[in-house]
């Protein structure tokens, strides 16, 4: 019968035959005389010719360039710096320079960012305090005055979803304890204290609303504090403070 020269393995050979086999890497190989230990079977060979045509192909392409790897590197080089021929020195400045014009205005639009954030502050803690001082039936000198002196009592801030988030005050900067949730102070708790500071700014202490008979000395004519609009604005918002809680009225002239 005819002997395969490779075999898997020698499972049904009569054991003469076996032993013209010799195992090599896992295969059984026939011994032939004039063959010598590096000889392969047809499968083999062409498997590595198929590898080797393999690698021509995929050296063709660099080849066809007609550049040595040296000469390939420095036109890569030469490409990251650039298509208009600069030299990496020259590349890098001109980034540096781009860099420190968008550091500029990333600055610039912070800036925007934070005067626009501080408007809306502003315009926010304005329109909560002045509807609480009317709810609370402050004089309309009251809610004219009132603001600008109480929104230090109010730290306002946007969350991640931009809701506005406010927290009372105490004078001091402390936070106000009051009937809110946690304990935090309300809207009506600052109110209720704001009486207690500035009475004659709200109805019902006593002083009425409107502005008070004008008489030498104080501007009033029944013994009442005044003083007068212009006078008023000139003091910063403590001495405003002050003459309110002492119980001065301001009158438009």
Do not use: C
């Not at 002083?207 to 008023?232: D, H, I, L, M, Y």
Request: glycine share 10%; net charge neutral; aromatic share 6%.
């Amino acid at each position: 019968m005819a002997l395969e020269y490779m075999r898997e393995n020698l499972d049904g050979l009569p054991d003469p035959v076996k032993s013209e086999y010799t195992e090599r890497d896992g295969k059984f190989f026939l011994s032939v005389n004039g063959l010598g230990a590096d000889f392969a079977p047809k499968s083999e060979i062409a498997k590595a010719n198929k590898q080797a045509a393999d690698l021509r192909g995929a050296m063709q392409p660099w080849k066809d360039i007609g550049k040595t790897p040296e000469e390939i590197k420095e036109a890569l080089e030469q490409l990251a710096a650039g298509s208009s021929g600069k030299t990496k020195a020259e590349f890098e400045a001109m980034l540096t320079q781009h860099k420190a014009t968008w550091a500029a205005k990333e600055s610039d639009l912070t800036k925007q960012l934070e005067t626009a954030n501080s408007r809306a502050k502003n315009a926010y803690i304005d329109s909560a305090v002045s509807s609480a001082l009317a709810k609370a039936k402050a004089t309309p000198e009251g809610i004219s005055l009132l603001p600008r002196i109480l929104k230090d009592r109010v730290d306002f801030s946007f969350d991640e979803q931009g809701k506005p988030l406010h927290r009372i005050l105490m004078a001091d900067g402390n936070p106000m304890i009051g009937s809110g949730p946690g304990g935090a102070a309300t809207y009506d708790d600052f109110m209720a204290d704001v009486k207690k500071l500035y009475p004659s700014l709200f109805e019902g202490s006593g002083s009425g609303s409107g502005s008070p008979p004008r008489g030498p000395g104080n501007g009033g004519g029944s013994g009442e504090k005044a003083v007068t609009r212009a006078e008023f604005d000139k003091l910063n918002p403590l001495q405003q403070a002050l003459k309110m809680k002492e119980g001065f009225k301001v009158i438009d002239n």
